[in-house]
């Protein structure tokens, strides 16, 4: 059994370069909204739903993106209306968001 229902990884790299990245459409934002959530829904620890931020998951042109464990779905979102949703139906429901799937 996985120590996490649910692991979330949000990419959040910035490139220094000023290729497209997702850090560059407010993926830190998106995650720490991810993470605020998870926590007011009483759903963060041990056997429940972990939030964090990754480096270049080399996706940069599907992104931002994010990708749930251990399903291994990845997810394209525009804004936290979009997180909003993975989180109420994937991460509370565990119902796969196709309009968001990549």
Same mark, same amino acid.
């Given at each position: 059994?996985?120590?996490?229902?649910?692991?979330?990884?949000?990419?959040?790299?910035?490139?220094? *370069?000023?290729?497209?990245?997702?850090? *560059?459409?407010?993926?830190?934002?998106?995650?720490?909204?991810?993470?605020?959530?998870?926590?007011?829904?009483?759903?963060?620890?041990?056997?429940?739903?972990?939030?964090?931020?990754?480096?270049?998951?080399?996706?940069? *042109?599907?992104?931002?993106?994010?990708?749930?464990?251990? *399903?291994?779905?990845?997810?394209?979102?525009?804004?936290?209306?979009?997180?909003?949703?993975?989180?109420?139906?994937?991460?509370?429901?565990?119902?796969?968001?196709?309009?968001?799937?990549?």
């Amino acid at each position: 059994m996985s120590y996490y229902k649910y692991h979330v990884f949000f990419c959040c790299n910035l490139r220094s *370069d000023g290729e497209s990245s997702c850090g *560059d459409h407010h993926a830190n934002d998106a995650q720490t909204y991810a993470k605020e959530r998870i926590a007011e829904l009483k759903l963060k620890g041990p056997g429940k739903v972990r939030i964090n931020k990754a480096g270049c998951m080399g996706r940069c *042109d599907e992104g931002p993106l994010l990708v749930v464990y251990p *399903d291994a779905i990845w997810y394209r979102y525009a804004n936290t209306r979009d997180v909003e949703e993975i989180i109420q139906e994937h991460l509370l429901n565990g119902r796969v968001v196709e309009r968001l799937r990549i």
